[in-house]
């Protein structure tokens, strides 16, 4: 297996989880943009955006839905921003579907 987000979910790489569901784990970035950046993905290996189905859509509504309640959890009362980069011209650069969850000091400088 060599995709590191699957390692995560499958527990060979360590994270520094945030939250956990049957469907979706949510981990610190190990290099933050902003004060908090976390990151939301399925468990199941999703490569991109730019690969999902009509069967993910209700997947991909879950997750972003979860946005919000991370956000929260994390103290992010003022508001919180989201990333989704998709393939290499969107500056992907781990192929397992994942948002991006900035707040606090640095996140709204954060380029997009
Ligand atoms: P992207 O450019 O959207 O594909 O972002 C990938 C993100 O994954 C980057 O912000 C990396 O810092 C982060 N990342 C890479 N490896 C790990 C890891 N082992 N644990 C946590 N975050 C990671
Ligand atoms: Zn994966």
Redesign the pocket.
Known sequence: MDC??CR?VEGS????KVYEDEEFLV???????AAV?V?IIPKRHVESLQSIKESDEAMLGRLMALAPRIAASLGLESGFRT???SGVGG?????HL?A?VFGGEGSVRIPT
């Open positions: 590191i987000f995560i790489l360590p994270s520094r981990f610190h970035d190990i290099h933050p943009f950046h990151l990333l989704i980069n500056g992907q650069e781990v192929f994942h991006h």
